[in-house]
């Protein structure tokens, strides 16, 4: 029967060999693993940063944990070196001997001394520094426990640290230029939404990247998994600054566009007052020749665009883009409308005219359907022609009266068997 031990049962001379064997390959492992952490960039840049916030706490406790990790390291290391020297004494091991290792391989007789312990390892009333009996399958647990939370913490820094600072200056350094062509024209802080807008950007873009180096686990998102930086920040600067470069470029193209914008202008302006001009004119020439008492009156130029055109010309002399932009939006449209407001007003008041001229051609054109038709000579059309045309010749003309004039000359060629369809209108003459 085997000897029964402490730790039970006592490992026969093959057994010690195999877990040996394992121990040490897991043994190496563990040194591989830990010398990656202490040379892990993440791992040199928290200890040499100005940490605040979350980083600063959760560091605390992972230095902490990778104290309690070396410890326990060391321990594990001397243990297996003491197992290892017990079995190279002989080739067949006593009873004793094989106790013994036994003893260190499975029992709890690594002494742990002076270890500092983890918050989260730590009961309520116990030490923050204890001396601990421990096996070596506990202490391996324990490692990698504290192994896995170093490693998070550290790769999860320097994944931040990797991506969002560079980015944040490659986009604080778009803003600058940014404002560089911002302020070519004119649009600065004080003076413009825009560049009130540029510069607290900026002032946020340095908060922001001050913020990922001194706190990047403020930037982790460890969930779903793969973790990665959390770039909500970043994203929402990047937004405003593609909004104020729109604006901006806004106002540049105004700059560039500026002078076939306020040609386009005079000339619209320019075409509104002869519109106008016209209208007026025409006006006078209805009131003389036409019996009419509903001729719309006609209003003079726009003085307030004329006025604002002139605005729009000081601005553009004196390089205040920002300020020309938003006036000749509303101008270019206020002008269009003037200019169509013109146009109506002559249409309006050539109205009785256009009337006039319409009855005079259908007269004419009945009169030479007549003639063809041989009717000419007929007293009664020559009487009703020649009323309506002297009604229609006259000044000034009753047009009400002109057109039952004409309306009697068609019936009259209709009773005397002209054609019953009216002939086409050969319009004025």
Known sequence: MALV?????VMGRDDVDRALARLGAEHEAVESSLLALQDHSGRRLLEGAQLTGVTKERWARTDEAITALWAHYEAYTEALRAAREL??????PTQTELARLTELLRGDGITVTGADVPDHARSLTGPARLT??????????????????????VAAADSVWSALPARIDLLAAEAQRVRSLADSVGVRPGTHPAGDDLRQLIADLAVLRARTVSDPLAFWQPAPAPGRPDTTRYD?????LEDIRREVEAVLHVRDDAEHRLNRLRDVLSRADRTLTEARSARVEVLSKILASDVPAVSGAAVALHEQLSTAEQFAATAQWHRLSPLLDGLEQAADEELLRARDSLTAVTAPLAVRAELRGRLDAYRAKVARLGQAEDPVLIERYDQARRLLWSAPCDLAAADRAVQRYQQAVA???????????????
């Open 5 to 9: 031990g402490a730790s039970g049962p």
């Open 87 to 92: 079995r190279a004494r002989r080739r067949w």
């Open 132 to 153: 601990e009996q421990l096996s070596l399958e506990e202490l391996l647990r324990r490692m990698n426990a504290w192994y896995e939370q170093a490693m998070e913490t």
């Open 236 to 240: 929402a600067a990047g937004r405003r």
């Open 415 to 429: 009773e005397l068997g002209a054609p019953q369809q009216e002939p086409r209108d050969r319009g004025p003459v």
